[in-house]
């Protein structure tokens, strides 16, 4: 049987996204075969730190297929930059030499560390970001093949000298057994207490500036007249608090668990991705998870006109408008709920559209190449 090893320097589980993907493609890759037509067993391996205590299968939603090992630690990531360095130099330390203990096992990462520890060619190094450091760089270097979110990010990687054949585009992705429920828009909306007669457009997701919640949160200015309300999901206690302040008209309902998110979207009138063009991560390294959930909800997409996003969006299949322009996103909202037809036809094509974006196929797509390396 092959044995992969997932080396992820991470609580688990995490109310963050990065655990919800790591989560979700340690099944995929357990509910695949190797080359000989045998099941892969599947290790993550993951610092042992104080966590929530929920079951991280129960969390997640997923299948009891892969094994979950806890590397001992001191948990000093609390103490500031230096407790988190040292903390991440005894997992990589400690993970690597377990990984290491079987020969021909698999070493796939997110981490730079336990690449500088391995020999050269022994690991597959998925980048969720570009950055300018030594560390980075020669991490790079070791990895036997590079798995990139986005096309944006493989070019930024190429322009700095990693040869393009050494490295796979592999957008994220949604579990469609997950998001295959069936709820009505008044049933969804009662759960949260929301009007079943409103026109409602809705965010998910984090407050980061980056991800444009401020944006749309202004465009609500030029949606009042119109009876159109703007609800979001996400953010912090002290986050949402703070906007609630600032923004009156829009109703804030909170941080949901990930595993509400297939009912939750369906509240909506129309999904929004609002993000930023003001940051590098958001113009072409970010691959947003809910940007596959939304896609497969059967929902109307506005999104911004980013690389990032066009990679997988287009005027086929959502509304796409500028960047951090709050008028702009306010007639794109409009204009989806003023032509329903076209609406429904684009958000159609979404959903189809969707379906080569499973975790099961990201995770096929993966170890073909990691095969072919």
């Given at each position: ?83 988190f360095l040292i903390e991440s130099f005894l997992f990589a330390l400690r993970a690597t030499r377990r990984a ?274």
């Amino acid at each position: 049987m092959t044995a992969l090893y997932y080396i992820a320097n991470m609580r688990f589980p995490t109310e963050r996204a990065h655990g919800i993907q790591v989560a979700k493609m340690c099944e995929a890759f357990a509910q695949r075969h190797g080359t000989d037509t045998e099941k892969i067993n599947v290790t993550l391996l993951v610092p042992d730190r104080k966590t929530m205590e929920e079951d991280p299968f129960v969390y997640y939603g997923i299948e009891r297929i892969f094994t979950i090992e806890r590397i001992p630690v001191p948990d000093i990531v609390r103490f500031g930059k230096l407790g988190f360095l040292i903390e991440s130099f005894l997992f990589a330390l400690r993970a690597t030499r377990r990984a290491l203990q079987e020969r021909d096992a698999i070493i796939y990462t997110r981490e730079e560390l336990p690449l500088l520890l391995m020999s050269p060619r022994r690991a597959f190094y998925e980048v969720h970001q570009l950055r300018r450091s030594f560390i980075f760089t020669h991490s790079i270097k070791k990895a036997k093949g590079v798995i990139s979110i986005t096309q944006g990010l493989k070019d930024a990687l190429v322009r700095t000298g990693v040869p393009k054949e050494r490295i796979l585009v592999a957008h994220d992705g949604y579990d469609a057994k997950q998001f295959g429920v069936l709820v009505t828009k008044t049933e969804a909306r009662a759960r949260l207490s929301l009007s079943p007669d409103k026109r409602i457009a809705v965010y998910i997701g984090g407050f980061e500036e980056w991800k444009g919640v401020e944006t749309l949160c202004k465009a609500s200015e030029f949606l009042r007249s119109d009876n159109i309300q703007i609800a979001v999901i996400g953010g912090t206690a002290k986050e949402k608090e703070t906007y609630e302040r600032k923004y009156p008209l829009v109703t804030f309902l909170g941080a949901r668990p990930y595993a509400d998110l297939p009912r939750n979207q369906q509240i909506a009138d129309v999904l929004v991705i609002p993000n930023s063009g003001q940051e590098r991560i958001s113009r072409e390294f970010t691959s947003p998870l809910k940007l596959f959930a939304h896609m497969a909800s059967g929902v109307p997409i506005v999104a911004s006109k980013l690389p990032s996003l066009t990679e997988v969006l287009s005027e086929r299949n959502a509304y796409i408008v500028e960047p951090d322009d709050p008028k702009a996103l306010a007639d794109a909202i409009k204009e989806t709920l003023r032509s329903p037809q076209a609406s429904t036809a684009r958000a159609r094509q979404a959903k189809e559209d969707a379906r080569t974006y499973t975790w099961s196929n990201r995770a096929g797509n993966v170890l073909a190449y990691i095969y072919g390396n």
